[in-house]
């Protein structure tokens, strides 16, 4: 069956350029996770959506991340004026209901962002 | 609040000996415990979960751990190692209480030699 998808899969921005990361979730998952994964650490949360209400983004290291989700399916998140400390892989997951615990989250493959 | 310490970024064991990758954690109320393994450029995948049922938790690939409250881990383990073990191991946690996030470890990669 299909899974989280992410594209694209690797982004090379120059610094200064905005990025649009994609993700489409398992069909019916009403929460969407938000992660960052720097080189050799663990993801940290970035943003939750539960369908399309943005209910947590205490995760977003600044103004600059920005993330939606209007229909509550797919999300995109946005780094506008990319800086070289944004470079990391970016996680999206996705579980069926809203995160009471133990709810299992899927996750994406991620996007691996490079900022020059 | 809750965090997440696992012990040594890197473990290395021979193809076929006991795998052991620790985990210990800090939560202010009851937790919910994961153990998610993550191979080269790919996402993350569920190993098992501690959902405060039992404390001896089997998951996939042969893998278990047990919660042991009065230590606060949750290690992980396997009798006997393979090669496609090879792999990042995350351990991460969330609270049994309302609305939470999930709170990872800086991962352990695994390293299995023949």
């Known amino acids: 069956g299909a899974g989280v998808s992410q594209s694209p899969r690797y982004k090379v921005a120059k610094r200064g350029q905005d990025v649009a990361l994609r993700c489409d979730p398992i069909?019916?998952?009403?929460?969407l996770f938000w992660y960052q994964q720097a080189l050799g650490q663990g993801p940290e949360f970035l943003t939750y959506?539960?369908?399309?209400?943005?209910?947590?983004k205490s995760g977003l290291p600044s103004d600059r991340f920005f993330a939606e989700r209007p229909e509550g399916s797919v999300s995109t998140l946005k780094i506008q004026r990319t800086q070289q400390e944004d470079s990391a892989v970016y996680l999206c997951?996705?579980?069926?209901?809203?995160?009471?615990?133990?709810?299992?989250?899927?996750f994406g493959p991620g996007t691996r962002l490079t900022v020059l | 609040a809750q965090s997440v310490t696992q012990l040594g970024s890197h473990v290395s064991v021979s193809e076929g000996a006991l795998v052991l990758l620790r985990c210990n954690y800090s939560?202010?109320?009851?937790?919910?415990l994961f153990w998610y393994v993550q191979y080269p450029n790919q996402g993350l995948q569920l190993l098992l979960k501690?959902?405060?049922?039992?404390?001896l938790v089997k998951g996939i690939n042969g893998f278990e751990a047990e919660f042991k409250k009065s230590e606060t881990s949750f290690h992980l383990t396997k009798p006997s190692a393979h090669m496609s073990d090879a792999a990042e191991y995350f351990c991460a946690v969330t609270l049994n209480s309302g609305y939470s996030t999930l709170t990872f470890g800086k991962g352990t990669m695994l390293l299995v030699s023949p």
């Open positions: 501690y959902t405060s049922a039992a404390t």
């Open positions: 959506f539960q369908n399309e209400a943005q209910l947590d």
């Open positions: 069909s019916g998952h009403v929460s």
């Open positions: 939560s202010s109320v009851p937790p919910y």
């Open positions: 997951a996705s579980s069926l209901a809203t995160p009471q615990g133990t709810d299992t989250q899927y």
